[in-house]
Every structure is written in structure tokens, then in C-alpha cells.
Nanobody, 121 residues
Framework: QVQLVESGGGLVQPGGSLRLSCVAS????????MGWYRQAPGKERELVAT???????NYADSVKGRYTISRDNTKRTVWLQMNSLELEDTAVYYC???????????????WGQGTQVTVSS
């Protein structure tokens, strides 16, 4: 059974920083893409950032220059370094992975349980 377990959320003041971590476990063959999404109260879930196994990254315009995504393929871990946090960054952040369970297997989406990030003075 595949699990994505996030950690690192919390309460921070505007302008502060947080680092989120997510570890994938289970019988996994390959994880081509890992990333982060977020959902604020009353809003739809939105892309924050993704990173491929080869290190190609993609960011939402709202976080470019402030957030940095990285991963360690051997540890099946993805991080999100969040700097210069703003009130509007408050949301539940979800880890995401597109992965295969075996050679030639179908690519499937998996999600973590979410971690709360609250930016408040």
C-alpha cells in the first residue's frame, strides 16, 4: 500500500519561512513526478509546485521566487521550502505523487493527508 506522509506545517508570521517534507512509502517502482498542491478555505485545490525525477520544476506564478521544491529520488522524499510567506499562503498543503507500482505499470496519482500552514500575525 502506497503512503505519502507530510510533515513540517505550522503557524508562522508574515515574512517567515517553513519547510514541508513528504516521504513516499510502499511497493513503488518509479515516481516520475512529485509535488505540492494547496487548498485554502472556500477555494479549490491548486497547484503549488511539481518536480520530475530528472529535476525539472514547475511553479505557480503566485509562489515563484519565494518557494523552492526539491527531491531526493533514493529517499523518495520531496521538500517545499517556503520563504517570504504571505497571509494568502494559508492553506492545507497536500503532497502529490504520480507513480507506477511495477515495470510498465499504469501511472497513478496519490495524495498525502495534508498539513496545515497558517500565516498570521
Amino acid at each position: 500500500q502506497v503512503q505519502l506522509v507530510e510533515s513540517g506545517g505550522g503557524l508562522v508570521q508574515p515574512g517567515g519561512s517553513l519547510r514541508l517534507s513528504c516521504v513516499a512509502s510502499g511497493s513503488i517502482f518509479s515516481i516520475p513526478t512529485m509535488g505540492w498542491y494547496r487548498q485554502a478555505p472556500g477555494k479549490e485545490r491548486e497547484l503549488v509546485a511539481t518536480i520530475t525525477r530528472g529535476g525539472n520544476t514547475n511553479y505557480a506564478d503566485s509562489v515563484k521566487g519565494r518557494y523552492t521544491i526539491s527531491r531526493d529520488n533514493t529517499k523518495r522524499t520531496v521538500w517545499l521550502q517556503m520563504n517570504s510567506l504571505e497571509l494568502e499562503d494559508t492553506a492545507v498543503y497536500y503532497c502529490y505523487a504520480a507513480l507506477t507500482l511495477r515495470i510498465g505499470g499504469r501511472l497513478s496519482d496519490y495524495w498525502g493527508q495534508g498539513t496545515q500552514v497558517t500565516v498570521s500575525s
